[in-house]
T-cell receptor
Framework: DTEVTQTPKHLVMGMTNKKSLKCEQHMGHRAMYWYKQKAKKPPELMFVYSYEKLSINESVPSRFSPECPNSSLLNLHLHALQPEDSALYLC?????????????FGPGTRLLVL | KNQVEQSPQSLIILEGKNCTLQCNYTVSPFSNLRWYKQDTGRGPVSLTIMTFSENTKSNGRYTATLDADTKQSSLHITASQLSDSASYICVVSEYGGSYIPTFGRGTSLIVHP
């Protein structure tokens, strides 16, 4: 199984809502990542979890809160988002987070904030 | 500052034709360079990965080259198909330290019948 799954595929939320994005992989990878991608732009790294611990936070606003319940799951909790947060949110995983590893990306969640 | 520049920004070709996409980088020290294909609204899919000692790698109709001296890479697509229409992203990783890859802005390829 070389698949990273993400749910939901699409999400529309108001600025006062609380929602969560979910990501799952069963490849035994111990590093997981959240990226944000705006239209026609490359993905921007948000968070990196390595062995279930947050190792990188790229100065992301606190309205985005990541969580790694176990080695297979990664969540992104959303609260009080702004319209400019509308984007494709990509999850990825790699064996252990080493710089020589290929990251496997999920299909993404398309988020629209109204 | 690490940078990855891709050209052209967009490209339109006819089905069956070949094309070459370019990637120049300033990432140092260099660890590896990847080419990803991203269909619209989908996550990127890895095509090739090359380290310092590799100067060419193929994956079906995709062939990537790397010149670590000039810090340039190319992705050559042979006998293009309609399904090749996508964004192609060059990603370069720095050796050692924390893992924060540098993404290029991508080349948008459209293959017309």
């Amino acid at each position: 199984d070389t698949e990273v799954t993400q749910t939901p595929k699409h999400l529309v939320m108001g600025m006062t809502n609380k929602k969560s994005l979910k990501c799952e992989q069963h490849m035994g990878h111990r590093a997981m990542y959240w990226y944000k991608q705006k239209a026609k732009k490359p993905p921007e790294l948000m968070f990196v979890y390595s062995y279930e611990k947050l190792s990188i936070n790229e100065s992301v606003p606190s309205r985005f809160s990541p969580e790694c319940p176990n080695s297979s799951l990664l969540n992104l909790h959303l609260h009080a988002l702004q319209p400019e947060d509308s984007a494709l949110y990509l999850c990825a995983s790699s064996p252990s987070g080493g710089h020589q590893e290929t990251q496997y990306f999920g299909p993404g969640t398309r988020l629209l904030v109204l | 500052k690490n940078q990855v520049e891709q050209s052209p920004q967009s490209l339109i070709i006819l089905e069956g034709k070949n094309c070459t996409l370019q990637c120049n980088y300033t990432v140092s020290p260099f660890s590896n360079l990847r080419w990803y294909k991203q269909d619209t609204g989908r996550g990127p899919v890895s095509l090739t990965i090359m380290t310092f000692s590799e100067n060419t790698k193929s994956n079906g109709r995709y062939t990537a080259t790397l010149d670590a001296d000039t810090k340039q890479s190319s992705l050559h697509i042979t006998a293009s198909q309609l399904s090749d229409s996508a964004s192609y992203i060059c990603v370069v990783s720095e050796y050692g330290g924390s893992y924060i890859p540098t993404f290029g802005r991508g080349t948008s390829l459209i293959v017309h019948p």
